[in-house]
């Protein structure tokens, strides 16, 4: 069973950054794509970024220009830079590996953009 855990989150005033990480008990290699979701309160979780095992990226249209998302395959690592944050960033950051017929999932980390 692989478990995903991710650490980085925290309370930051706008305009600031964070990095988000998730480190996977096993080779995040064996998966066809990491990705960062995110859930706000009363909001459907939606896709922030993913990353792929040849390093294509994809960002949801609202971080694009602010959030990188990147990958360390020997630390079985995959972090998300958070740039120039907005209040409208704060949610509980989730890491996903995926798999054609499996997800795995992290159990998230808060972020909290104050204004």
């Known amino acids: 069973q692989v478990q995903l855990v991710e650490s980085g989150g925290g309370l930051v005033q706008a305009g600031g950054s964070l990095r988000l990480s998730c480190t996977s008990s096993g080779s995040i290699l064996s998966f066809n794509a990491m990705a960062w979701y995110r859930q706000a309160p009363g909001k459907q979780r939606e896709l922030v970024a993913s990353?792929?095992?040849?390093?294509?990226?994809n960002y949801a249209d609202s971080v694009k220009g602010r959030f990188t998302i990147s990958r360390d395959n020997a630390k079985n690592t995959v972090y998300l830079q958070m740039n120039s944050l907005k209040f409208e960033d704060t949610a509980n950051y989730y890491c996903?590996?995926?798999?054609?017929?499996?997800?795995?999932w992290g159990k998230g980390t808060l972020v909290t953009v104050s204004s």
């Open positions: 996903a590996a995926h798999l054609r017929l499996m997800d795995y």
């Open positions: 990353i792929n095992n040849g390093g294509h990226t």
